[in-house]
């Protein structure tokens, strides 16, 4: 109430507003306002300072409004003012688009019209809608992203079809979580004696004649994780017979999940002479100790032979690390016999030695043949202890029939002392030439294999009349 008695609101009336605060309370309630004329001349423009969007329209002022809109938002413009001219009721707010010459200069922009003014002055209140369009942009964008992905997975699940229904094997999905079915193909609805949409949902371990207290799926997951490589035997419910499951456990969708491969017990049998599953059971089962290894010297995989020579619980912990480190002499040894097979495909009977973390060097032979997996090279490597070796089966290396006869020849002739000074000479000439054969010539790799210095294996090869070979490393 003022002094006079006059109030400000009176039954929903619009206050009293002063005029120099009228602009900034616009500014406020709206991003941009825009002051015209009748016939659509610009004379103010009011920008809120929030709106980080709307710069430099200042220039607006005395031109036409229509300077700045595009064609399209122009002939808008002009038939919504018409209609405010006209007097019409509730105009309806309209959104143009503005226009710097031919280059859009921001967003689309709401206005809604209001007479301000008995001199015809016209407030357009705009509201900036690039915070909508650029949320209906982002719909858009995820309904198109959404429809690819269910085009894709509609194309995996028809391959998936495709392929389940194309192998002869029967196939099952058990979830470990819940033990139910997930999936079967037709070869497994036959073998269960079950039609596919009657198997499916039900409970894997009720196909199968076992106690009710054995959990079946439970024993399946940690047969999967365990090192033997025998089948899951089990006896199918009623007259189905005895089944083998190679089951196979993996995890999608955060959920533990196994594929079991069933395999009727008869069928089994008659796979022996399945060349993969006897390779592969000769190399968990076989007696010599056999790695795997990259080009590079990692070791891929190697089977319980190996690991016993080394005195490791577990091939996991030697995945990955160099087979040179158990070598005697390391990088040497290993080159040499890397070298030797990828000249000649493979290499017989390299006799060195082999050394765990813990364990004392035990004197081995080895045998590496080259091997290629698709475009990489890797080395196969069957190692023997040479403990077990039969003496009599023994192809170690002995002095030349021509040296022994030149030895024998000295007996009777020549005092022990130097007999012995001449088979010393033999045996030495004989490691230093397997030594330059076995490095194809390389004097460096030649001298750390026999344990001299260089200059030492130099003097040798002059004694004896063997410098004359090429060399690599000349």
């Not at 795997?292 to 690991?307: M, Q």
């Not at 493979?346 to 997996?373: C, F, H, Q, W």
């Not at 021509?402 to 002739?413: H, I, K, T």
Request: charged share 25%.
């Amino acid at each position: 109430m003022t002094s006079r008695g006059t109030k400000y609101w009176n039954s929903g009336a619009i206050p009293l507003i002063a005029p120099e605060i009228l602009g900034d309370i616009i500014a406020q309630v709206a991003d941009v306002g825009v002051v015209i004329s009748e016939d659509g001349e610009v004379l103010s423009v009011l920008v809120n300072p929030s709106a980080t969007t709307f710069k430099g329209l200042d220039l607006w002022e005395g031109n036409d409004i229509r300077n700045f809109l595009t064609d399209e938002s122009n002939r808008k413009f002009d038939v919504r003012l018409a209609e405010f001219l006209d007097g019409a009721e509730n105009v309806r707010p309209i959104e143009l688009n503005h226009a710097d010459g031919s280059q859009l200069w921001g967003s689309p922009v709401r206005y809604s019209f209001h007479r301000i003014g008995p001199d015809g002055a016209i407030l357009l209140l705009g509201r900036d809608l690039q915070p909508i369009a650029d949320m209906q942009q982002q719909l858009v964008e995820a309904q198109l992203t959404l429809e690819r992905d269910y085009e894709d997975n509609r194309g995996f699940d028809t391959r998936f079809r495709v392929l389940m229904e194309s192998v002869s094997d029967a196939i099952v999905f058990v979830s470990v979580h819940t033990g139910q079915v997930i999936d079967a193909n037709s070869a497994a609805a036959t073998l269960i004696d079950r039609p596919s949409d009657r198997a499916i949902g039900s409970n894997f371990q009720s196909f199968f004649d076992v106690k009710k207290s054995v959990d079946m799926v439970q024993a399946l997951a940690n047969h999967a994780i365990s090192p033997s490589q025998k089948p899951f035997s089990a006896m199918l419910d009623g007259k189905g017979g005895q089944v083998e499951i190679v089951p196979v456990l993996y995890r999608a969708a955060g959920e533990k999940m196994l594929l079991c491969r069933l395999l009727p017990a008869g069928e089994s049998v008659a796979r022996t002479d399945d060349l993969n599953s006897n390779v592969l059971e000769l190399y968990h089962a076989g007696p010599e100790a056999i790695v795997f290894v990259s080009d590079t010297g990692d070791i891929l995989s190697a089977n319980d032979a190996f690991l016993d020579i080394l005195h490791v619980g577990h091939d996991i912990s030697l995945r990955g690390r160099s087979f040179a480190d158990y070598l005697q002499r390391g990088t040497v040894d290993f080159k040499v016999m890397t070298e030797n097979a990828q000249r000649a495909g493979r290499m017989r009977n390299y006799a060195t030695k082999m050394a765990g973390d813990y364990g004392s060097p035990r004197a081995v032979e080895i045998s590496v043949t080259k091997l290629t997996a698709g475009s990489k090279l890797l080395f196969a490597f069957v190692i023997r202890d040479a403990a077990k070796i039969d003496p009599s089966q023994s192809k170690a290396t002995s002095p030349s029939d021509d040296s022994m006869r030149s030895v024998v020849e000295l007996v009777g002739s020549a005092t022990l002392k130097d007999i012995v000074a001449e088979t010393t000479n033999v045996v030495e000439k004989m490691c230093i030439e397997t030594a330059v054969e076995l490095t194809m010539n390389n004097r460096v790799a030649a001298a750390e294999m026999l344990g001299l210095s260089r200059q030492s294996l130099y003097v040798k090869l002059r004694k004896f009349d063997l410098l004359n070979r090429d060399t690599d490393d000349e």
